[in-house]
């Protein structure tokens, strides 16, 4: 069974480890740039936003990020929304549900804060990731579309909560 709860600050270097492994590996995110080192410093993560885990048999498998809109990790929340960042499962750990298991915990806060959605922002080659955002309910909103750098773009996506 898969725990999803914050992160302590025992396991910064392990999740960081596990995020660049995601988007490095994953070939999103090329190594040594500043969004990687960002994607590395998991104790800014937590202390300008929140970081949640996800736990499978004692092990850290996965993570994400919460920021409130205004916050330093918000990029495209606006008033009544929840944005979340960062997602990364340990690739020994995907398919074993910790990603939806993360996205959903996220969307039950925003419920329970009376947030009217869920926002994120996602890369066109994120498939894998794309369809947990499909089935929980996410949908582009092509008007927020950004370009963080030059070259790359990324697709914002909302999940409605009415």
Not at 36 to 47: G, I, N, P, V, Y
Not at 93 to 114: K, Q
Not at 125 to 138: Q, W
């Amino acid at each position: 069974m898969i725990e999803i709860r914050e992160i302590l600050p025992n396991e910064f270097d392990t999740v960081g480890e596990l995020t660049v492994q995601a988007y490095v590996g994953g070939g999103f995110v090329a190594e040594g740039t500043p969004y990687a080192e960002r994607l590395r410093d998991t104790a800014t993560r937590a202390q300008d936003g929140r970081v949640l885990v996800a736990v499978l048999a004692d092990r850290v498998v996965g993570s994400l990020t919460v920021a409130e809109p205004g916050t330093p990790f918000a990029d495209v929340a606006q008033a009544g929304e929840l944005e979340f960042r960062m997602l990364a499962v340990s690739p020994d750990a995907r398919g074993s549900g910790a990603g939806t298991a993360l996205v959903r915990a996220v969307i039950a806060e925003a419920y329970e804060r009376g947030d009217h959605s869920v926002v994120m922002s996602t890369q066109p080659e994120m498939v894998d990731a794309r369809r947990i955002y499909d089935r929980n309910g996410f949908v582009p909103d092509p008007d927020r579309a950004w370009e963080p750098i030059r070259g790359m773009e990324l697709t914002v996506l909302v999940r409605d909560l009415a």
